[in-house]
């Protein structure tokens, strides 16, 4: 858990693979108006996980000021299967900030199992 | 045999419901799934005002654990049938997928996850009816938002309800994706497409994920593990709850609606299918839900008789989405065809219009067949399977044949002096989508983008037509392309 809040103030990550030893990636969120939008849009663009370990996202946004809020989650389903996914944000980014995405597993793993995650990227959605 | 009774103004909504539905020509209804369910006209109305209650699994009530006792007989029962038996156990659960293999039929990932899930739970619970005998039996489903363990039954290594699953309650998933706080911004949705991929990518997928991880649960051949069919009677009841109980629309665009969704087998051993619509009637017609509470959203007690129907009209009628046409190619005008012999319909060939067709971003846009008819055939008795760039596709070919698209079928017949265009509700046109088919053979690379022709095969439900002599008079055939109506506006 600690780990993890360091993570999401950390600022905005360079990479966007996930794996275990960097389970968080974090980017910027910089639109004008963040509280008129629906849904986070999260795509995972490729996946290697040979050994199909449950995937399972947790999604966050860290305001500029340090306030955070969790705004859901989603999987892979195959564990090895890329994807586009949409997460509510509740109306409550109101402000600049960070959305950060955290990765886990559904069972433990030992550190060297390969398994990682590209991410493409992440923006805010409205629906129609 | 039962005296007749009078029919009541209630009751004779619903019969109207059922008329004005089946023969509405927009969708395709397999008319083995609704005489199965119905068991002809006179016992219409006693079928469904005492069709089948899906309980909740965690109501712990003495119903509900019948339920389970029959269910486990069911499955016992289709793991003993012969491989020969399309009903057995691996059969249908390959219609999803294997582990090996991955997805096979299912629809993951796109506007079609609840409509083709509904069907495929609808006819699983029919095989498990026809082979315990008990007619009732209503599919159990586990609310992992009220309930995160996963039930006993199924936990109990010595039961045929057990397979090996890397986690045994949702109460450890770190996302908290069936928690009430992930749940209850998703049912708050009131966008059926939005609220539609949020409900698989978030609970959905990783009770999947979390519960099967690398094991059977968790892949492509999950409807293996008979948690399966208690998970996605909770992703069903899900769409109900949002749906009828909370009172959100489906799309009615025929784009989504008329896709016919395919390739299951009924209770016995048929070929199934039915239309994306139907699917929104099947809680009304086929089976009901126990209500359970889903994060904020209460349980509902059952509604009237008079509250129904005010729902179902609703349900049927959906959400206003208009349907944009972007391209035609126009295959045939008026032509009479003989259900006993097959038709193939070539596009003009070096038409430009077939470029555009085949060329189609299927990402972007949907691609059907639109087959319009003049009236009901005398007889309906059968199902026409459509298929490209097929010109040999006859009744034997299978519907595994990747020039396969799809089918529809007609349900009632036409009335001395009636025309299909009769009733202000009735459009008499069959939309089958060519998507899949067509996305298939592009990666086969078996398309030439000088070539497109459709074929219409008409196949008996139960081995031979009642009249092979039976025709159909089609007043237009043509290919369509319409864009993907809902999408979200990026930043």
């Known amino acids: 858990m600690a780990e993890t809040l360091a993570a999401q103030s950390a600022g905005e990550t360079d990479s966007r693979v996930l794996d275990l030893a960097h389970p968080h990636l974090s980017q910027r969120i910089d639109n004008d108006n963040?509280?008129?939008?629906?849904?986070?849009?999260?795509?995972?663009?490729?996946?290697?996980?040979?050994?199909?370990?449950?995937?399972?996202?947790?999604?966050?946004f860290v305001a500029d000021g340090g306030s955070r809020v969790q705004l859901g989650?989603?999987?892979?389903?195959?564990?090895?299967?890329?994807?586009?996914?949409?997460?509510?944000?509740?109306?409550?980014?109101?402000?600049?900030?960070?959305?950060?995405?955290?990765?886990?597993?559904?069972?433990?793993?030992?550190?060297?199992?390969?398994?990682?995650?590209?991410?493409?990227?992440?923006t805010l959605a409205q629906s129609l | 045999?039962?005296?007749?009774?009078?029919?009541?103004?209630?009751?004779?909504?619903?019969t109207d419901l059922n008329r004005r539905?089946?023969?509405?020509?927009?969708?395709?209804?397999?008319?083995?799934?609704?005489?199965?369910?119905?068991?002809?006209?006179?016992?219409?109305?006693?079928?469904?005002?005492?069709?089948?209650?899906?309980?909740?699994?965690?109501?712990?009530?003495?119903?509900?654990?019948?339920?389970?006792a029959i269910y486990i007989e069911a499955v016992k029962a289709m793991k003993g049938l012969s491989p020969g038996d399309a009903r057995n156990w691996n059969s249908i659960a390959a219609i999803h997928g294997t582990a090996l293999a991955?997805?096979?039929?299912?629809?993951?990932?796109?506007?079609?996850?609840?409509?083709?899930?509904?069907?495929?739970?609808?006819?699983?619970?029919?095989?498990?009816?026809?082979?315990?005998?008990?007619?009732?039996?209503?599919?159990?489903?586990?609310?992992?938002?009220?309930?995160?363990?996963?039930p006993a039954p199924f936990l109990d290594t010595a039961s045929t309800l057990f397979t090996a699953r890397s986690n045994t309650s949702m109460s450890g998933d770190p996302s908290g994706a069936t928690t009430g706080a992930a749940l209850d911004p998703i049912f708050g949705d009131s966008n059926f497409y939005t609220f539609s991929s949020q409900l698989e990518g978030t609970p959905h997928n990783t009770v999947h994920g979390y519960i099967g991880g690398g094991d059977l649960f968790g892949g492509g051949g999950s409807a293996s593990d008979p948690l399966f069919w208690a998970h996605h009677g909770m992703v069903d009841y899900a769409w109900y709850k949002w749906n009828v109980e909370l009172g959100n629309d489906n799309t009615n665009d025929p784009a989504w609606g008329d896709v016919?969704?395919?390739?299951?087998?009924?209770?016995?051993?048929?070929?199934?299918?039915?239309?994306?619509?139907?699917?929104?009637?099947?809680?009304?017609?086929?089976?009901?839900?126990?209500?359970?509470?889903?994060?904020?959203?209460?349980?509902?007690?059952?509604?009237?008789?008079?509250?129904?129907?005010?729902?179902?009209?609703?349900?049927?009628?959906?959400?206003?989405?208009?349907?944009?046409?972007?391209?035609?190619?126009?295959?045939?005008?008026?032509?009479?065809?003989?259900?006993?012999?097959?038709?193939?319909?070539?596009?003009?060939?070096?038409?430009?219009?077939?470029?555009?067709?085949?060329?189609a971003d299927l990402k972007r846009e949907h691609v059907f067949v639109s087959v319009q008819y003049a009236?009901?055939?005398?007889?309906?008795?059968?199902?026409?399977?459509?298929?490209?760039?097929?010109p040999d596709a006859n009744r034997n070919t299978p519907m595994s044949d990747a020039h396969y698209a799809g089918s529809f079928a007609f349900f009632g017949t036409s009335i001395q002096g009636e025309s299909a265009g009769a009733s202000t509700h009735h459009q008499p046109k069959f939309l089958v989508s060519l998507s899949a088919a067509l996305q298939r053979l592009q990666q086969g690379q078996a398309l030439r983008d000088t070539e497109l022709s459709i074929q219409l095969v008409a196949v008996p439900f139960k081995g031979s037509f009642e009249r092979e002599d039976t025709e159909i008079e089609m007043t237009a055939v043509d290919i369509i392309t319409t864009p993907i109506i809902v999408r979200t506006v990026q930043s």
């Open chain 1, 34 to 60: 963040p509280a008129a939008f629906d849904y986070v849009r999260l795509s995972v663009a490729q996946v290697n996980n040979p050994k199909r370990v449950g995937l399972i996202f947790d999604v966050v």
């Open chain 1, 73 to 122: 989650g989603f999987s892979l389903y195959p564990p090895d299967n890329p994807g586009s996914f949409i997460v509510s944000t509740r109306h409550l980014i109101n402000s600049p900030g960070l959305v950060v995405v955290s990765l886990h597993t559904a069972t433990p793993v030992d550190p060297g199992t390969p398994l990682s995650v590209t991410m493409g990227p992440i």
């Open chain 2, 1 to 14: 045999m039962k005296e007749a009774q009078p029919i009541t103004k209630d009751l004779n909504a619903l």
């Open chain 2, 21 to 68: 539905i089946f023969l509405r020509g927009v969708g395709a209804v397999s008319t083995c799934l609704v005489l199965a369910t119905l068991g002809g006209c006179e016992h219409l109305l006693e079928e469904i005002e005492h069709r089948p209650t899906r309980r909740w699994i965690g109501s712990g009530s003495h119903a509900v654990n019948h339920d389970l």
């Open chain 2, 102 to 150: 991955g997805f096979i039929w299912c629809q993951h990932g796109n506007d079609h996850f609840f409509d083709w899930h509904r069907g495929y739970l609808l006819n699983f619970e029919r095989i498990c009816q026809k082979l315990t005998g008990e007619k009732h039996f209503g599919l159990p489903y586990w609310n992992w938002n009220q309930n995160p363990d996963v």
């Open chain 2, 260 to 359: 016919i969704n395919s390739h299951y087998i009924d209770a016995d051993g048929n070929a199934a299918s039915n239309s994306a619509f139907a699917s929104t009637l099947m809680p009304f017609l086929s089976y009901q839900y126990e209500s359970s509470p889903i994060g904020s959203f209460a349980a509902k007690a059952p509604p009237s008789k008079k509250e129904l129907q005010i729902v179902e009209t609703r349900v049927r009628k959906g959400a206003d989405i208009r349907l944009v046409i972007s391209n035609r190619l126009h295959l045939v005008d008026r032509t009479i065809v003989r259900i006993g012999k097959p038709v193939s319909l070539r596009a003009p060939q070096g038409s430009e219009g077939i470029a555009r067709i085949l060329g």
């Open chain 2, 375 to 390: 009236r009901l055939p005398p007889t309906s008795d059968f199902a026409v399977r459509v298929f490209i760039n097929l």
